[in-house]
């Protein structure tokens, strides 16, 4: 092997090596088919409210579709309807009482089937300030915590659900989101992509080898 054919051989090894590059994974689909509130022993309709223990706070899932989106990066959400909340505790013997304020807890269920199958509860805690709620002031409050679930090889999203806050009775609409945390790693091993500057060391070898080979004929 001459001088100018060793040059070419170095010189598009290297190029052809390049950077190591992994595998970009495809989009994170998610498909959501069930959800429900599962409200603490503090909820209900109290039979005399003059000493009233129960919280009158209705919570339904009736109207939730089942979801189906993907994420093709991480910091991408999706926000859906999760259902509907609604306040109506009576205003009679002075609104909410000191005993309607204690195991306000709340769980929310999520049924996924992908990307990955399992039923995740999100917790929430429910607070309730005795007296009217017939007046301007903060009545009652739902303090979700979200929750981060993984998945695949490396992925991770997290699931919200949107706090609530009531001034007086009425339904609110409960909002979920999903957030994309972590994308997972496809498995497929890393492949090598010469880079720019590599495929221009090819080129200056091929043109110091045909230089050579005039500079011969000349001879």
């Known amino acids: 092997m001459n001088l100018s ?3 070419l051989w170095t010189l598009g090894a290297a190029a052809l090596l390049g950077l190591p590059s992994g595998a970009i994974a495809g989009p994170v689909a998610f498909t959501i088919t069930g959800a429900q509130f599962v409200p603490g022993s503090g909820y209900g309709v109290d039979g005399d409210e003059n000493a009233g223990n129960l919280l009158d706070v209705r919570f339904s899932n009736s109207q ?3 979801q ?6 991480p910091g991408q959400s999706f926000t859906f309807f999760f259902g509907s909340v609604d306040l109506e505790e009576p205003e009679a013997f002075g609104g909410i009482l000191a005993g309607e304020t204690d195991a306000l807890g709340i769980n929310a ?3 996924l089937t992908a990307p990955v199958g399992l039923t995740q509860t999100i917790t929430a805690t429910g607070t309730a300030s005795v007296g009217s709620v017939g007046d301007s002031l903060v009545d009652y409050v739902i303090d979700w915590s979200p929750v981060s679930v993984a998945f695949g090889n490396g992925g991770l999203f997290e699931i919200n659900l949107a706090d609530m806050v009531f001034s007086g009775n009425g339904p609110q609409f409960q909002t979920a989101t999903i957030r994309l945390l972590q994308s997972p790693d496809d ?3 890393p492949t090598n992509i010469p880079e720019p500057a590599s495929i221009a060391l090819v080129g ?4 110091c080898v045909a230089m050579s080979r005039r500079r011969r004929a000349k001879g």
């Open 109 to 111: 269920k999520l049924t």
């Open 68 to 73: 189906s989106f993907a994420f093709s990066a």
């Open 64 to 66: 939730f579709n089942p």
């Open 187 to 189: 498995g497929t091993p």
């Open 204 to 207: 200056m070898g091929l043109s």
């Open 5 to 7: 054919q060793r040059l």
